[in-house]
């Protein structure tokens, strides 16, 4: 199935996973390793559906499976069922917990004891505004001269308009920005301003995740200069060379004035520059039910460890979506490819038993 319609597949799922949920009962029933009958109790995951937590779910979960002899069960859900639900201990498990879109709820569930953080799943988020590698640097092969060998930062997009220029509206440039109705997107429009680039850019928003991803790899393929919002980590990132362009330093202070500005409380032409800055680089963990830890200290322990870079996760998501295949068949390449890392995670004779399961399934190491 392709990588876009699992996204859409949640619409429909949010119901089955309520009954789902309920149907596993409140809290993590069972005594602590498993049933009396000593079968372990198997360990659930919430998948919030997006293509990095596919690929750390399918990971953990070979290696909580096939190296620990836990069962996993995976659990379609939204974000605010998935918060619901890792208190309650209906879900153990969540592997990405964006604490920056989610503050005040992590810092009160942690607080309480409610939920247990293992640490950071990749060592940096990234989002801003990027221009393929060529328009910077060329590109030999492909026969392009650099477009603009001094791009670096934000600053510089005010001698570039021209390269950039829009194509309805050539006296501008143009600034391919976030999706319609996503917080990006709003926040863009506000950076536009306090960036002093509102009278030389015009914004367009696509209206779906898929157009601007079909909008930025055509302009790739095709050689063009291109500016455009985008994040990290993705398979759009892993495919192509791409320079993000350099911004002043988050700061809380900074980010108050881009909310206000989000928020109508300062008009968009009254946007001062003290609200130009970077996005927060806020961590995304890995958050259990703390019962998990009486029940499997074994695999907390694993979790513990579990970290993918975000340039690996990239190229890990690239191969899933350049081989159309699904996050199962990404986490068996993950394994073939990148056994230094994941060897990290594991005692040895938990190595083995890894080995072994994926020497079954026709992977070589």
């Given at each position: 199935m392709?990588i876009?319609?699992?996204?859409?597949?949640?619409l429909?799922s949010v119901?089955?996973?309520?009954?789902?949920?309920?149907?596993?009962g409140?809290g993590?029933a069972?005594?602590?390793?498993?049933?009396?009958g000593g079968q372990?109790q198997?360990?659930?995951?919430g998948?919030?559906?997006?293509?990095?937590?596919?690929?750390?779910?399918?990971i953990a979960?070979f290696?909580i499976e096939?190296?620990?002899?836990y069962?996993?069960?995976?659990?379609?859900?939204?974000t605010p069922?998935?918060?619901?639900?890792?208190?309650?201990?209906d879900?153990?498990?969540?592997m990405?917990?964006?604490?920056g879109n989610?503050v005040d709820?992590?810092?009160e569930?942690?607080?309480?004891?409610?939920?247990?953080?293992?640490g950071?799943v990749m060592?940096?988020t990234?989002?801003?505004?990027?221009?393929?590698?060529?328009?910077?640097h060329g590109?030999p092969?492909r026969?392009i001269?650099?477009?603009?060998p001094?791009?670096?930062?934000?600053?510089?997009l005010?001698?570039?308009a021209h390269?950039f220029?829009?194509p309805e509206d050539?006296s501008k440039?143009?600034?391919?920005?976030c999706?319609?109705?996503w917080?990006?997107?709003?926040v863009?429009?506000?950076?536009l301003?306090a960036y002093?680039?509102?009278?030389l850019?015009n914004?367009?928003?696509?209206?779906?995740?898929?157009?601007?991803d079909a909008?930025?790899?055509g302009?790739?393929?095709r050689?063009?200069?291109?500016?455009?919002?985008?994040?990290?980590p993705?398979?759009l990132?892993g495919a192509?060379?791409?320079v993000?362009?350099?911004e002043?330093?988050?700061?809380?202070?900074c980010?108050?004035?881009v909310?206000?500005?989000?928020?109508?409380e300062?008009?968009l032409?009254?946007?001062?520059?003290?609200?130009g800055?970077?996005?927060?680089?806020?961590?995304?963990?890995k958050?259990?039910h703390?019962?998990?830890?009486?029940r499997?200290?074994?695999?907390?322990a694993f979790l513990?460890?579990f970290?993918?870079?975000?340039?690996d996760?990239?190229?890990?998501?690239?191969y899933?979506e350049e081989?159309d295949?699904?996050?199962?068949?990404a986490?068996l390449?993950?394994?073939?490819?990148y056994?230094?890392l994941?060897r990290?995670?594991?005692?040895?004779?938990?190595?083995?038993k890894l080995e072994?399961a994926?020497s079954?399934?026709?992977?070589?190491?």
């Amino acid at each position: 199935m392709k990588i876009q319609q699992q996204r859409w597949r949640m619409l429909t799922s949010v119901l089955l996973a309520v009954v789902v949920l309920a149907a596993a009962g409140c809290g993590s029933a069972g005594s602590p390793g498993g049933d009396p009958g000593g079968q372990k109790q198997a360990i659930r995951f919430g998948d919030m559906q997006w293509e990095s937590l596919w690929i750390n779910n399918a990971i953990a979960g070979f290696i909580i499976e096939k190296g620990y002899g836990y069962p996993v069960e995976t659990v379609e859900v939204t974000t605010p069922i998935m918060q619901l639900s890792l208190v309650r201990g209906d879900l153990d498990v969540a592997m990405e917990v964006w604490t920056g879109n989610m503050v005040d709820w992590y810092t009160e569930v942690i607080e309480k004891g409610q939920l247990l953080g293992l640490g950071k799943v990749m060592d940096r988020t990234t989002q801003g505004w990027y221009v393929p590698a060529y328009v910077v640097h060329g590109d030999p092969e492909r026969g392009i001269e650099p477009m603009a060998p001094d791009l670096k930062s934000v600053e510089d997009l005010k001698r570039y308009a021209h390269l950039f220029a829009d194509p309805e509206d050539p006296s501008k440039g143009r600034l391919l920005s976030c999706i319609t109705g996503w917080d990006c997107a709003n926040v863009n429009r506000v950076k536009l301003h306090a960036y002093g680039l509102a009278d030389l850019y015009n914004l367009q928003e696509p209206g779906t995740s898929g157009a601007l991803d079909a909008a930025i790899a055509g302009a790739y393929q095709r050689g063009e200069p291109l500016l455009t919002y985008y994040w990290e980590p993705t398979w759009l990132m892993g495919a192509l060379e791409m320079v993000l362009l350099e911004e002043p330093p988050y700061t809380e202070e900074c980010w108050t004035l881009v909310r206000k500005g989000v928020a109508g409380e300062i008009p968009l032409d009254q946007i001062p520059p003290e609200a130009g800055c970077a996005w927060e680089d806020a961590p995304v963990v890995k958050g259990i039910h703390p019962s998990l830890k009486e029940r499997a200290p074994e695999v907390v322990a694993f979790l513990e460890r579990f970290m993918i870079p975000t340039e690996d996760l990239n190229n890990i998501s690239a191969y899933m979506e350049e081989n159309d295949v699904g996050a199962d068949q990404a986490a068996l390449w993950f394994f073939a490819n990148y056994r230094d890392l994941w060897r990290t995670w594991v005692p040895d004779d938990v190595a083995q038993k890894l080995e072994q399961a994926l020497s079954a399934a026709g992977v070589s190491l």
